[in-house]
């Protein structure tokens, strides 16, 4: 049994401890938002949030975040706004719909879980922080917006 | 046979009021069609649909996939546009295969009402297959979309609608048509200061047959081509609800992770899966004639127990392949055979005796896997001698027929549901049929949904990849520098017809093909034979731009003299990337053009050589003439990422083969350009207002040799074989990225 939170939710699930964190949100509880891309959280697809800090899902075991703040693509935009109503999106989705930074969009959940994270600390990054932070695979190339859309929040 | 053009646009009311507009398209094969808007003496068939309903809401069926490349919104505003809707009011709708063969009737009711010829009635009940093989019905490649499902299908059915709802509403008033205007979606009379909505036209237009040959906009009448309107399916992707084939689930569905024959075409032997049947979860072990898959109630389970699984392949004769082997038999079939003719112009090897210097060279590019972002997949569901299929996929219909005939069911009996695509590329085409053949065989012996999940590693190493080939160059200079023949005998197949085609003025050409056949699967890789070919011939005639001690942007300009769109695109990105100013201290342009699927593409890299003795692509600047542009924010998107899909196959590209299979794993081994290494990237579309070409392909093919040729230009080293991380440079210290 495991007791995760999970976007302010507490689910107990019958899992083995070792199952990854990814499996047991997509196959488990259907939160299909996050994303598998590799499996050995080298793309970043599958990043959720844990106390904030961008996690890679497909290799942390949900033993390690029982009882830890969980926050997924579906729960992100309650996470951080203060008054939030369903629907309303964060500074950061908001500035991806701005720029259009999704093509594909596969890759765009966990983009956006790392992004604001990475925003959270450190409101205003320089292009070193950004590149040394944001490693996610985007196969579309969405890199260039994505660098756009980061500055233009920074710069609000 | 003669045909009448009205036949091809057909009408019907639909249920609850309204209109529908089933559309004709032309099969593509060329500008010249293209650009023939309903053209006599093609054949043509039924694609997509446009629907008006009473309360005024437009809904345009898309019969392509949406893989990011932006089409869904782009083709909605070619019909929207010729229609006059309110672009607030349109609603886009992926059109799925059973919808117009399957439930349809609605197309078959059509076809008997308005007289198809009979020889198309077999394209409307015929098997998938046949239909992707005679009209590319509904598949997404080949940058396509726009430039013939929208030309030829989304403008005329606009065009169409918008014909029968004025002469409505003309009938109506008693006024004659050529007084009525339209605009957001109305009808107006300004003389009698009428106006009708067209849902509330739209079933009395449904009634009247539809005009023989619509007149299109003007470009300057359009409201909303042109305009870089936000895409539709953003919104979604931004908040985790975007649907894609590997989302579906139910309570009771089941997983299935495989491994397959790591040789390709070998089949199993034996498995003992005594362990992995003990394991949690794990509901069945399935062995098929070349893999074996665990059948579980998690993914996870299912590819836990798989490693358990232990299993024997047969040997094969390809078991001691590798990469080494295969370029040697390129090299050995490059020197043994004359090969096909691709290309033949004037007598080249008469003039190679002629030139006062012979340059040769030999380019070499390794096999590529498309690696799409989402990893392969399929949920296929089947109970009751009918199929439903969840897979993200770039020809629906195909896949319709595939499962169809693995699963020995009726067309009629399967349909696929439609879902957004986490990449494309290619890998998702029909022929490259593994992950649906297998998913469905596991399927069959299930009544519940299964998804059937090739990990990323499988997805490495179960590919069709982007051959690997080889391009033996010769060419003669004449004591002025001027090229006198051009000779070159690369390995094939050829996929992509005038791939290895030159623009430049050279006489004498040959330009032959030899087997490159191996037993690794191959396929359509974004851009095709031009991803390869570019590479070759625009770093070879860089080279002879050098030996002749012109500027390569002058050498080109110069041979180009009978292709003023070559030379215009080349202009544009020049100017724009300062070609020819002082750069910074370690840094150099390096230069490259390609026409391929309708449009024309220069760019060019800024480079230098990193700390580590690695190439740093600072800036890219593209210029593209793609005739004219629907959406320029979708089609700078398209340029971008052209652009870093190609770059990441420069950079890091390469599938190895060893011991006959594929070495690479998974992105660690397959590396990807990333934030860190992209570059700022500066688009420049031009509108020529030739016929419209395409632009999710066109950027890719020339980035390889900008960046080699830079390369060239700082060290002096002339990259004949990719990827670059195979190269190490001498690293001028002056250059250290910042």
Redesign the interface.
């Known amino acids: 049994m495991a007791t995760l939170k999970i976007n302010g939710t507490e689910y107990t699930l019958d ?2 401890p070792e ?2 964190l ?2 047991a949100l ?3 509880l ?11 959280a ?2 970043g ?1 599958c990043t959720v949030q844990v106390n904030g800090n961008p996690v890679r899902s497909c290799v942390m075991p949900v033993s390690a975040v029982q009882g830890q703040e969980i926050t ?3 729960g ?2 309650e996470s951080t706004l203060a008054h939030y109503e369903p629907g309303d ?1 964060n500074a950061v ?1 908001k500035a ?2 701005d720029h ?10 966990g983009m ?1 879980m790392a992004v604001s994270s990475l925003l959270t600390a450190n409101p205003n990054p320089s292009d ?1 922080e ?3 932070s ?14 756009k859309a980061i500055r233009a929040i920074a710069n609000a | 046979m003669k045909i009448s053009r009205r036949r091809f646009i057909l009408s019907s009311a639909v249920v609850g009021g309204g209109l529908a507009i089933g559309y004709a398209a032309t099969r593509p094969s060329g500008h010249r069609i293209a650009n023939d808007t309903l053209g006599e003496g093609s054949a043509r068939y039924l694609t997509s649909f446009l629907k008006i309903d009473p309360d005024n809401r437009v809904t345009v069926y898309v019969n392509h996939s949406e893989m990011g490349q932006g089409s869904h919104t782009a083709l909605a505003m070619m019909a929207a546009d010729e229609l006059d809707a309110a672009w607030e009011q349109v609603r886009i709708e992926q059109a799925p295969a059973t919808d117009l063969y399957a439930a349809g009737d609605m197309a078959i009711g059509f076809a008997g009402e308005f007289g198809v010829p009979s020889f198309l009635m077999p394209l409307i009940e015929a098997s998938a297959m046949k239909i992707a093989q005679i009209g590319n019905l509904q598949t997404t490649g080949g940058s396509a979309s726009i430039r013939f499902t929208g030309q030829l299908g989304m403008r005329v059915a606009g065009a169409a609608a918008r014909e029968m709802l004025i002469q409505c509403a003309a009938v109506r008033w008693g006024v004659p048509a050529d007084e009525c205007t339209t605009a957001l979606s109305y009808v107006h009379h300004n003389a009698s200061g009428q106006s009708l909505s067209y849902g509330e036209l739209a079933d009395a237009a449904a009634r009247l047959e539809p005009p023989e040959a619509p007149t299109l906009k003007e470009r300057k009448q359009f409201n909303i081509m042109g305009k870089a309107l936000s895409r539709v399916d953003i919104p979604a992707k931004v908040n985790g609800s975007a649907f894609y084939g590997l989302d579906y689930k139910t309570e009771d569905m089941l997983f299935a992770a495989i491994r397959l024959a790591p040789v390709f075409g070998t089949k199993l032997v034996s498995v003992d899966a005594t362990e992995a049947l003990e394991r949690r979860g794990v509901k069945k072990v399935i062995e098929l004639e070349d893999s074996v898959a665990v059948v579980a109630d998690n993914y996870w389970r299912a590819k836990e127990a798989l490693k358990e699984v232990s299993a024997e392949f047969e040997r094969s004769d390809n078991d001691s392949v590798s990469s080494a082997d295969i370029a040697a038999r390129f090299d050995e079939e490059l020197t043994r055979s004359e090969g096909s003719k691709d290309f033949e112009a004037g007598d080249a090897e008469a003039s190679l005796t002629q030139a006062s210097e012979i340059i040769e060279a030999s380019y070499r590019v390794p096999y590529l896997a498309h690696a799409p972002m989402e990893p392969m997949n399929c949920t296929v569901h089947i109970q009751n001698g009918r199929a439903d299929v969840w897979t993200s996929t770039q020809d629906p219909l195909a896949v319709r027929g595939r499962v169809a005939s693995v699963a020995g069911l009726n067309e009629r009996a399967v349909t696929h549901h439609p879902s957004y695509l986490g990449g494309g590329f290619g890998r998702r085409l029909p022929f490259n049929w593994n992950v649906i053949d297998h998913a469905t065989k596991i399927a069959m012996q299930f009544s519940v949904p299964v998804k059937t999940v090739f990990s990323r590693e499988d997805d490495m190493q179960q590919d069709y990849y982007r051959p690997a080939a080889t391009s033996n160059f010769k060419a003669g200079l004449d004591s002025n520098g001027n090229i006198l023949a051009w000779h070159n005998r690369y390995t094939g197949p050829i996929q992509t017809p005038g791939a290895a085609h030159i623009p430049y003025a050279v006489d004498h050409q040959s330009i032959r093909v030899v087997d490159g056949d191996t037993h690794v699967p191959i396929a359509a890789w974004r851009s095709v034979d031009h991803s390869q070919q570019t590479f070759f011939t625009e770093s070879f005639i860089d080279e002879l731009a050098h030996r002749a001690g012109t500027n390569p942007f002058q050498f080109r300009m110069e041979l180009l003299n009978k292709h003023p769109r070559h030379q215009q695109v080349l202009q544009v990105a020049a100017e724009a990337a300062g070609y020819g100013r002082n750069l910074p201290e370690g840094r150099a342009l390096g230069i490259a053009v390609q026409e391929s699927f309708g449009s024309i593409c220069a760019e060019i890299a800024e480079v230098s050589i990193g700390s580590d003795g690695k190439p740093v692509v600072h800036k890219v600047t593209a210029a593209i003439d793609c005739g004219w542009v629907v959406n320029p924010d979708t089609a700078k998107a398209q340029i971008e990422s052209g652009v870093i899909f190609g770059l990441t196959a420069a950079m890091y590209g390469e599938i190895t083969i060893k011991e006959g299979r594929v070495s690479q794993n998974n992105f660690p081994d397959y590396e990807m350009v990333r934030m860190a290494t992209s570059p700022e990237i500066d688009v420049h579309l031009i509108e020529s207002g030739a016929s419209l070409g395409g632009l999710g392909e066109p950027a890719t093919p020339p980035i390889a040799a900008a960046v080699t040729n830079a390369i060239y230009i700082l060290t002096g080293q002339r990259i004949r074989e990719l990827p670059l991380s195979k190269h190490s440079f001498r690293h001028n210290s002056t250059l250290a990225k910042a």
Request: glycine letters at 10%; aromatic letters at 8%; one cysteine or more.
């Open positions: 899992v083995e199952m990854p990814l499996w997509r196959d488990e259907g939160l299909t938002g996050t994303k598998f891309g590799c499996g050995v080298s793309c697809a997924t693509i579906e992100l935009a999106l989705q991806w719909i259009q930074v999704p093509q594909c969009g596969y890759c765009q959940s956006i070193a950004i590149d040394a944001i490693n996610n695979v985007c196969r579309c190339g969405s890199y260039p917006r994505v660098r």
